[in-house]
Structures are given as structure tokens and as C-alpha cells.
């Protein structure tokens, strides 16, 4: 799979280390929404979409078993949320 195209949602005002949300469309077929990019003291990284469960513990609606997919779209989005963020200076 192949990602087609990003968008980056910065959030203006974090309260936390959630600096923005992200889609990526793989292919011009699927379509993965509301994956989110945190900030931390090792650097940026994204967490895909996920629900908070009746147990309180946080659980991936997508999860991606592909490991080269999976940096694929690590990459391609911090790179897409670094440039965004470069746009907004």
C-alpha cells in the first residue's frame, strides 16, 4: 500500500502533549481518520485511532501489522505535521 495523501489538523490551543489529528488515504482507496500525533521528551510520534473502552484502558480501532506500512505512515505524517507547522510561522 501506498500513501496517496495526507491532511494535518493542528490543534491551536494544546492543553496537552496531543499537538495534532491526521488523515491518510492509501491508495485512493482507504481513507484513516483521526490519527494522532503527540509530542514527548524522545520527539514526535503517532498513535492511530483508537476508543476509550468501558474499562477505561484506550484500544486501536485500526491497528497495523505491516511494520514497513506502519513507519510508512509514521514517516510521511511527522514530515507532513513538520511542514505544516513550518507554514504556520
Given at each position: 500500500m501506498k500513501v496517496?495523501?495526507?491532511r494535518i489538523q493542528i490543534i491551536k490551543d494544546?492543553?496537552?502533549k496531543l499537538k495534532a489529528f491526521s488523515t491518510v488515504i492509501l491508495d485512493?482507496?482507504?481513507v484513516l481518520r483521526d490519527i494522532r500525533i503527540f509530542e514527548?521528551?524522545?520527539?514526535n510520534f503517532i498513535s492511530m485511532?483508537?476508543?476509550k473502552g468501558q474499562d477505561g484502558n484506550w484500544h486501536e480501532i485500526v491497528t497495523l501489522i505491516n511494520t514497513d506500512l506502519k513507519n510508512q505512515i509514521s514517516n510521511y505524517?511527522?514530515?507532513a505535521y513538520h511542514d505544516e507547522l513550518l507554514k504556520k510561522m
Open positions: 496517496t495523501d495526507i494544546p492543553k496537552n485512493d482507496s482507504l514527548s521528551e524522545r520527539g485511532p483508537s476508543v505524517v511527522l514530515r
